[in-house]
């Protein structure tokens, strides 16, 4: 089944400064990828997500590139602010499995002043 | 802006007994999910359901779970004889369809088996 990579596991950066998350994946059929944020004591809220068929999605200050040639997937926040402090959890969705999300082991972001 | 929610919010319960997680989804949403997450691991599917029937579930989703929408508008995650490795936390998502659709997350249930 599909397997998930994500890296960095915690990420420290200073508030203004950009902040990249990335993820493999195993399958090569997954064709969509989204990007949820969670904050404490709070459910995973989508923040952004990629289908196959496009190589970059642009939000305000989120965008999540994706390539499919290496089966990865990346979030960038520019300008980060405090309230972007945060675990941040990518998934993928395989074609034949047509609800299944298998998420990312997260990434814990802190922005510091 | 709809939500998900969820009830309750932390459950605390005796090994062996039976538990039962509480789910409110979107109200036009007609695709269901549970997912669960033990304590510093990545959120796990556990089952998708659509039209008062499992679409899928995964290893995890064994006999002693089961899932039903009673009414129109709960939808609940059972767990027949809790077991030590079941406390986790439990979340509850939905979709207004399925292929490729936005799945919409609750808050969860912190399931504490002693």
């Known amino acids: 089944g599909e397997n998930v990579e994500q890296h960095p596991s915690t990420l420290s950066v200073q508030e203004g400064d950009s902040a990249v998350i990335k993820c493999t994946y195993s399958d090569s059929a997954s064709n969509y990828f989204p990007w949820y944020k969670q904050e404490l004591g709070k459910g995973p809220q989508l923040i952004i997500d990629?289908?196959?068929?496009?190589g970059e999605k642009k939000d305000q200050r989120i965008a999540v590139t994706l390539n499919k040639t290496a089966k990865h997937f990346s979030l960038h926040i520019t300008e980060t602010q405090p309230e972007d402090s945060a675990v941040y959890f990518c998934?993928?969705?395989?074609?034949?499995?047509?609800?299944?999300?298998?998420f990312g082991t997260g990434t814990r972001l802190q922005v510091t002043l | 802006e709809p939500e998900v929610t969820q009830t309750p919010s932390h459950q605390v319960t005796q090994m062996g007994q039976e538990v039962i997680l509480r789910c409110v989804p979107i109200s036009n949403h007609l695709y269901f999910y549970w997912y669960r997450q033990i304590l510093g691991q990545k959120v796990e599917f556990l089952v998708s359901f659509y039209n008062n029937e499992i679409s899928e579930k995964s290893e995890i989703f064994d006999d002693q779970f089961s899932v039903e929408r009673p009414d129109g508008s709960n939808f609940t995650l059972k767990i027949r004889s809790t077991k030590l490795e079941d406390s986790a936390m439990y979340f509850c998502?939905?979709?207004?369809?399925?292929?490729?659709?936005?799945?919409?997350f609750g808050p969860g249930t912190r399931l504490t088996v002693l």
């Open positions: 998934a993928a969705r395989a074609t034949g499995t047509a609800s299944k999300l298998t």
């Open positions: 998502a939905s979709s207004l369809g399925l292929a490729a659709d936005t799945q919409y």
């Open positions: 990629i289908r196959s068929n496009v």
